[in-house]
């Protein structure tokens, strides 16, 4: 069984501030994907990052895939309140009856104040 | 592109019954997979359909069941319904051959109140 571990699981911050959330896993996936789910409505995909050691920019938010594949993290800098939702790391299946299957971590609650 | 659409958005059973949720998956989409959302918390996977063939299944009982037909859409059925299913349901797409790069697309969901 392939588990994703998130944390942390609430952040309550102030605009302006960073913040960092963390996936890690004892598996191999074939990508990490990060969503963000607005209440109400299902998760949107943020980013997808496919190659070990990869680094996205989107905006305010980076994206990091570990070197071995197994863990992401998500950096958002200077934090708005629009930034606050839920956002879910996610890992693909890299073969077998995993294939195409989506792992989802816990998910982390933001919460930014104005 | 269409998207992603579920229905229905609300549902409130009673414990015991029987209930049908269905999915319409995005324009070109070959792959349906469904999950059960708590609040607050990551969705869990319960099963993938590829060409109308169940290709992978979570921990969840028999009583949760599924078909995908020619078109890609999709229903997910649960049996003999108790208290902790209630949660959201979401039905996903995707093009499973290049899921890697292009993601999933995800419905609203269903709501499911079981009482």
């Known amino acids: 069984t392939q588990l994703l571990e998130q944390s942390p699981q609430f952040l309550s911050i102030q605009e302006g501030e960073n913040l960092t959330v963390y996936c890690n896993s004892s598996?191999?996936?074939?990508?990490l994907q990060w969503y963000r789910q607005e209440p109400g409505e299902g998760p949107v995909l943020l980013v997808t990052?496919?190659?070990?050691?990869e680094v996205k920019k989107l905006k305010r938010l980076t994206f990091q895939f570990g070197d071995a594949r197994k863990d992401s993290s998500l950096h958002i800098t200077a934090a708005q309140p629009g930034d606050t939702g839920l956002y879910l790391c996610?890992?693909?299946?890299?073969?077998?009856?995993?294939?195409?299957?989506?792992?989802f971590g816990q998910g982390t609650i933001l919460t930014v104040h104005p | 592109e269409t998207g992603v659409t579920q229905s229905p958005t609300h549902l409130i059973k009673t414990r015991g019954q029987q209930v049908t949720l269905r999915c319409s998956s995005q324009?070109?989409?070959?792959?349906v997979s469904w999950y059960q959302q708590a609040l607050g918390q990551g969705p869990q996977f319960i099963f993938q359909?590829?060409?109308?063939?169940?290709?992978g299944r979570g921990n969840f009982p028999p009583r949760f069941s599924g078909l995908q037909f020619p078109n890609y859409s999709s229903e997910l059925n649960v049996n003999a319904l108790e208290l902790d299913d209630s949660a959201l349901y979401l039905c996903?797409?995707?093009?499973?051959?290049?899921?890697?790069?292009?993601?999933?697309?995800f419905g609203s969901g269903t709501r499911l109140t079981v009482v």
């Open positions: 996903a797409s995707s093009l499973i051959e290049v899921a890697d790069n292009y993601g999933y697309t």
């Open positions: 598996s191999v996936f074939s990508s």
């Open positions: 990052v496919v190659t070990g050691g």
């Open positions: 996610a890992g693909v299946g890299a073969g077998g009856t995993s294939y195409g299957k989506l792992t």
């Open positions: 324009s070109g989409h070959n792959t």
């Open positions: 359909y590829y060409r109308e063939e169940e290709n």
